[in-house]
């Protein structure tokens, strides 16, 4: 009977308040959160960035920058990759779907981070090429996706993160900020 209500979201905000006013706290994280827990999470975490200066519309269409880590971590004490997620997040609502540009810029913005580890396993790989025999090589790239399959992934893994965003968005959206 409790639940969606707001109370999870009111209980997290009394959490943050309560550690942003210890100087000994750098930041606030969750080890292995359930997936509820990453919902309310970046909902609240969102709906306190959008009244950061550093998460203005201007500044987020520009693109993830320092200042944006350093206002999430300072008034928040949100880590790099959460505040790199509420960006995310508020860049999709300053994002016009009827923009094409806008939304690819989006898009490319995003799947650049998806596909990072992608990129560092590669350059892993060609050290590997170079250190191994060829056929030991061969051996080694028995498990490894070709790009083919990796964009595939990257694809699945875009939509079905712009779907949770959305819906945070929505949530936003029919919430009192």
Same mark, same amino acid.
């Given at each position: $009977? ?7 979201? !009111? ?16 930041? /606030?994280?969750?080890?292995? $959160? ?48 959460? !505040? ?32 990072? $580890? ?19 090589? !061969? ?32 949530? /936003? ?5």
């Amino acid at each position: $009977p409790y639940q969606r209500r707001g109370l999870g979201a !009111a209980l997290l905000n009394t959490l943050y308040r309560n550690y942003l006013k210890d100087s000994s706290v750098v930041d /606030i994280t969750v080890e292995d $959160p359930s997936d509820n827990f990453v919902r309310l999470r970046d909902f609240v975490d969102t709906q306190n960035c959008m009244k950061l200066e550093a998460f203005s519309k201007d500044k987020v269409l520009n693109g993830f920058c320092p200042e944006m880590v350093k206002a999430a971590a300072d008034q928040l004490k949100l880590c790099k990759k959460q !505040a790199r997620r509420v960006y995310e997040i508020i860049r999709l609502s300053y994002t016009s779907l009827k923009d094409a540009n806008l939304y690819k810029d989006y898009r490319v913005d995003v799947k650049r981070r998806l596909n990072a $580890p992608y990129q560092r396993e590669q350059k892993q790989l060609e050290k590997l090429r170079k250190a191994l025999k060829p056929e030991e090589f !061969a051996a080694a790239m028995v498990n490894i996706t070709d790009r083919e399959q990796r964009l595939e992934v990257l694809t699945k893994q875009f939509n079905e993160l712009e779907n949770h965003y959305r819906k945070v968005l929505d949530k /936003i959206a029919g919430s009192d900020i």
